[in-house]
């Protein structure tokens, strides 16, 4: 919804609150960097000898550093509509801040990684069990196994109505498209429940 400044009589933009949220190294930081307009807030601290036999590194040895709170960045779509995005951390110890984090979020994107696939499954349960909508973004790390879109919705046991795409964490206008995607995913929802809602 837009409203206007009385000052200047033009309408101010929609925020949106929207979660990066998937495994732990799977990109979510990477990606608001990637898309912010603004030097994007980080939490991130070194991984230290203390996340040993706590934090599995399996398929990310080379990581060196990890989200202990969240991510934050802000990207403008058009005059109509400003999204702003929170990172999720993504190792379990972390994960008591993401029900904080929920809070007001219209939306989310999962992101994936097809090397640890089966980290995908708690995030995407948290967003099931509390109705928030989301996407599945296969983030495509060099060496990973490439599967199409649809063979990573039959792995997730996704319902065919979300989105799944695939993407490139690193690149501004691959993260757009995602958010793109999510955001007409948003307005189809809200179209449909409208509809259904008129008539009963």
Request: some cysteine.
């Amino acid at each position: 919804m837009a409203f206007e400044n009385s000052d200047t009589a033009q309408p101010m933009a929609a925020s949106v609150k929207i979660l990066i949220a998937g495994g732990f190294g799977v990109g979510k930081t990477t990606m608001v960097g990637a898309i912010s307009e603004i030097t994007p807030l980080r939490t991130e601290e070194l991984i230290t000898e203390l996340s040993a036999g706590v934090d599995d590194l399996r398929g990310v040895e080379g990581k060196t550093t990890t989200t202990v709170a969240l991510d934050f960045g802000r990207i403008t779509i058009d005059q109509n509509l400003v999204l702003y995005l929170f990172g999720t951390p993504g190792q379990d110890r972390f994960w008591f801040l993401w029900d904080e984090l929920a809070r007001g979020a219209l939306g989310a994107v999962v992101l994936a990684d097809t090397r640890r696939l089966e980290g995908s499954f708690a995030a995407i349960d948290f967003f099931e069990r509390r109705g928030v909508a989301f996407t599945v973004a296969v983030n495509c790390f060099e060496g990973a196994p490439l599967y199409t879109p649809v063979e990573v919705r039959d792995a997730l046991d996704l319902d065919e109505r979300i989105p799944v795409l695939l993407c490139d964490a690193r690149d501004r206008a691959s993260c757009k498209n995602v958010l793109m995607t999510l955001v007409e995913y948003l307005i189809e929802r809200a179209a449909s429940t409208g509809a259904a809602g008129a008539r009963v």
